[in-house]
């Protein structure tokens, strides 16, 4: 039923310079219904602009998005507005997303509004209905963001979100402001939003530790291309690129999984200036002669596991 593949790429006009930044360069990747696929890797390195350009936030100068194998550029209007209510975002930090000067009433209760899903007359019972599946209390829809914390302004924002019955959400650092313990009590209620009405997820996180526990498949990306991507439990036993092993040398672990890795050395290039051929080659502890001249292909190092490097295997 829902479904993205492409190869998508923007290009970002610099000011100064004529150069082009290609932020996201090649990218395939393809979330099936009701999965949850974590997009991963250090901050830079694309994944909020490819999160934007699957919520048509921003508009991708190359390449395709495809939802239920429509192509979303050639989409009639009525489809686009499907779109657009079915894949909805939710944002790093939930006190800018959310307007301080309007209640939780009207946060969360303007959009099913507009779209017809709930009348005035019966938009109180539609917002308790939506706030107890998002554990708000209903009796304070009244109140501003300012009055509730942290984890709770995120739980509004989320519950902004479902108040339209989306599909799928994309969820970009959607617990990486809050405390330890309110990032599980988020995690928690993504999943139980997934167990109940068979959401899609795809997550955001330059944290691989945080989406071990909730992901069905992990993506990582590097300077803009999508260098791996594998189901969670292989990925973790045995990461095949040295990005992603380094990635995981940096989640602290009890079972000492991914501990013998080469640690992850120096910063992330920039974008303006990508490294030739394979772009980790300058970090990485095993590049060869061929990783610095060619782009390392796409490809399927086992039964449903593809990654970009030019190592065997
Ligand atoms: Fe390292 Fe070469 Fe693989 Fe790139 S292609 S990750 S440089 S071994
Ligand atoms: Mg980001």
Redesign the pocket.
């Given at each position: 039923k829902l479904d993205f593949a492409g190869k998508m790429a923007r290009s970002l006009g610099s000011n100064v310079r004529e150069e082009r930044v290609q932020a996201v360069d090649s990218v395939n990747l393809r979330i099936m219904p009701g999965e949850v696929v974590s997009l991963v890797g250090e901050s830079g390195c694309g994944k909020s602009t490819l999160g934007r350009m699957i919520c048509g936030i921003l508009a991708q100068s190359e390449g395709k998005i495809f939802y239920k194998g429509k192509d979303v550029a050639t989409m009639s209007v009525a489809e686009k507005l499907d779109y657009a209510i079915n894949v909805q975002m939710i944002f790093q930090d939930p006190f800018a997303s959310l307007n301080p000067r309007k209640r939780v009433r009207k946060i969360i209760g303007e959009a099913p509004l507009f779209h017809g899903l709930t009348t005035a007359s019966e938009l109180d019972e539609y917002l308790d209905g939506v706030m107890n599946q998002c554990g708000l209390d209903p009796s304070y829809k009244n109140r501003y963001p300012h009055q509730f914390s942290g984890g709770q302004r995120q739980r509004i924002g989320i519950a902004r979100a479902m108040a339209v019955q989306p599909e799928c959400l994309v969820c970009d650092e959607s617990v990486a402001a809050l405390d330890v313990s309110i990032q599980a009590q988020i995690l928690n209620l993504f999943m139980e939003l997934r167990e109940n009405l068979n959401l899609t997820c795809l997550f955001i996180s330059h944290d691989l530790g945080v989406v071990e526990h909730i992901s069905d498949r992990i993506a990582v990306m590097y300077l803009g291309r999508i260098?791996e991507s594998a189901p969670v439990d292989d990925l973790f036993d045995a990461p095949f690129?040295?990005?992603t092993q380094a990635l995981l040398n940096e989640v602290p672990r009890l079972d000492k999984r991914g501990v013998d890795f080469s640690p992850l050395v120096g910063e992330i290039p920039s974008p303006l200036d990508p490294p030739t051929?394979?772009?980790?080659?300058p970090r990485?502890?095993?590049?060869?002669e061929?990783?610095?001249q060619e782009v390392?292909q796409r490809r399927e190092v086992a039964p449903g596991r593809w990654a970009?490097?030019?190592?065997n295997g």
């Open positions: 260098v690129h040295p990005y051929g394979c772009h980790f080659h990485c502890a095993h590049a060869m061929i990783c610095k390392p970009c490097c030019h190592l």
